[in-house]
């Protein structure tokens, strides 16, 4: 009956890992809206892809911790951002993430525009804020995805604009 809607719906006893596979995700688009720069591109910019990789490798590990195993979606492979996962590989799934959204229609993401059109909060703090708390209560430090969900509210705020330092400035954050 999901097949209606959805022609590529499938049945898991996995719900959890489809969620955290969107979160990994999902913490990599809420940088991207760190600047005015296209999704495509800021995935696609060497210089940023190791602070990228060490942000959705934090989401992973938190994940790992609650023994949850990510699942992969539309082209995105979470496993790529595994511990002990060669370079490679990673720069392999960065570059299909490059090419999937160089395809789309939407360059940017909706907290792009919630941020740099509509001048909206984004939901930073139902999506994001909920991985470092996860993280806390189990043990692993999540010090980019936390900086990264204070660097989202400075620009709600209007005290931070978007801007490509503040990519910069997540990189030198210390792990």
């Given at each position: 009956?999901?097949?209606?809607?959805e022609?590529?719906?499938?049945?898991?006893d996995?719900?959890w890992g489809?969620?955290?596979?969107?979160?990994?995700?999902g913490?990599?688009?809420f940088?991207t809206?760190l600047?005015?720069?296209?999704i495509a591109?800021?995935?696609?910019d060497?210089a940023?892809?190791?602070?990228?990789t060490?942000?959705?490798?934090?989401?992973?590990?938190?994940?790992?911790?609650?023994?949850?195993?990510?699942?992969?979606f539309?082209?995105?492979?979470?496993?790529?951002?595994?511990?002990?996962?060669s370079?490679?590989?990673?720069?392999?799934s960065?570059?299909?993430?490059?090419a999937?959204?160089?395809?789309?229609?939407?360059?940017?993401s909706?907290?792009?525009?919630?941020?740099?059109?509509?001048?909206r909060?984004?939901?930073?703090d139902a999506?994001?804020?909920p991985?470092a708390?996860?993280g806390?209560?189990?043990?692993?430090?999540?010090?980019?995805?936390?900086?990264?969900?204070e660097?989202?509210?400075?620009?709600?705020?209007?005290?931070?604009?978007?801007?490509?330092?503040?990519?910069d400035?997540?990189?030198?954050?210390?792990?």
């Amino acid at each position: 009956m999901m097949r209606q809607f959805e022609e590529r719906a499938v049945l898991t006893d996995n719900i959890w890992g489809y969620l955290w596979g969107k979160l990994i995700y999902g913490t990599l688009l809420f940088a991207t809206a760190l600047t005015n720069d296209s999704i495509a591109d800021v995935l696609a910019d060497q210089a940023h892809r190791p602070m990228l990789t060490r942000l959705a490798q934090e989401v992973g590990q938190v994940a790992k911790a609650a023994d949850i195993r990510p699942e992969a979606f539309d082209g995105f492979n979470p496993a790529a951002f595994a511990p002990g996962t060669s370079m490679d590989e990673v720069a392999r799934s960065f570059d299909e993430m490059v090419a999937h959204n160089r395809r789309s229609t939407k360059s940017h993401s909706g907290i792009w525009r919630d941020l740099a059109v509509r001048k909206r909060k984004t939901e930073v703090d139902a999506q994001i804020l909920p991985i470092a708390e996860a993280g806390r209560r189990l043990g692993v430090p999540t010090p980019l995805v936390s900086r990264l969900v204070e660097m989202i509210h400075e620009i709600e705020e209007g005290r931070r604009p978007l801007d490509n330092a503040n990519l910069d400035e997540l990189a030198g954050v210390p792990a």
